[in-house]
């Protein structure tokens, strides 16, 4: 990476900042997380790859202008596994992942006694909404502002849908529906559902029973827009029986 941005290097790679690099970040994580519900361990290893080389490319600008190089950031994640680790590094006792958790936190906090914040400070806006909703969730829920069970979630997921049922303005439904989506992502936290990985794995399997649906008709020599509700929800559940 060097080479490449050095003068005479890759014109393309020298044009790069951090800003024009970092949408490539969230790509390649998204292709990592592909392959691996995919099952598809060599395109894991080259995606892993791919990924690798955006820390490497963003620490060789910071490089380049004097902020920090790729060590400091290996050398501060090692600190931080070692600190954070004091049932495997030090004589603390940890024998469940509960309690590994609550270590975790209790030492992250500490980290940051100095840096005055409100609590939800500490969570990212800057990732995607829906692991946004279920950081926050988490966190709030840490210091008790929680439903009891799943139920008390479930009664309030159905009042969700009535309000956006009554909600009139396009305002009114945005505001309802997201709502609604914060809710969801509560109740994946009690059933320890990953809303992420549910919602990918929900995109993938539409994918595939749309795509039988569209290759039957293709091969009846029908196009797609031509065809009726009633011909595509057949084949829809054709493509769920198989």
């Known amino acids: 990476m060097a080479q490449l941005r050095a003068p005479g290097g890759c014109p393309w790679d020298r ?14 994580t998204y292709e990592v997380m592909d392959s691996i519900d995919e099952r598809d361990w060599p395109a894991v290893a080259e995606e892993l790859g791919d990924l690798m080389l955006q820390p490497v490319f963003f620490a060789q600008m910071a490089s380049e202008e004097g902020l920090f190089k790729i060590e400091d950031s290996l050398d501060a994640i090692n ?89 009139g303005t396009q305002a009114e439904k945005e505001d309802e529906m ?17 809303p992420e990985q549910a919602l990918r794995k929900c995109n993938a399997k539409f994918r595939s029973r749309f795509g039988y649906v569209e290759q039957k008709l293709a091969a009846d020599g029908r196009p797609l827009p031509g065809a009726t509700i009633a011909e595509m929800e057949a084949l829809w559940q054709e493509a769920k029986k198989r």
């Open 79 to 167: 600190e931080k596994l070692v600190r954070r680790h004091p049932h495997i590094f030090g004589e603390v006792v940890a024998d469940t992942a509960d309690e590994v958790l609550k270590n975790w936190n209790e030492i992250k906090k500490a980290e940051k006694k100095n840096k005055p914040a409100f609590m939800l400070d500490t969570i990212s806006r800057k990732q995607p909404a829906l692991a946004e909703a279920r950081d926050i969730s988490s966190k709030a829920a840490g210091v008790g502002f929680d439903w009891e069970n799943s139920d008390q979630v479930l009664d309030k997921l159905r009042e969700e849908l009535d309000e956006l049922a009554r909600a």
């Open 15 to 28: 044009e790069q900042t951090f800003d024009t690099i970092k949408k490539y970040l969230l790509e390649e």
């Open 178 to 194: 997201g709502d609604l989506f914060f809710v969801l992502v509560n109740l994946a936290r009690f059933y320890k559902v990953d």
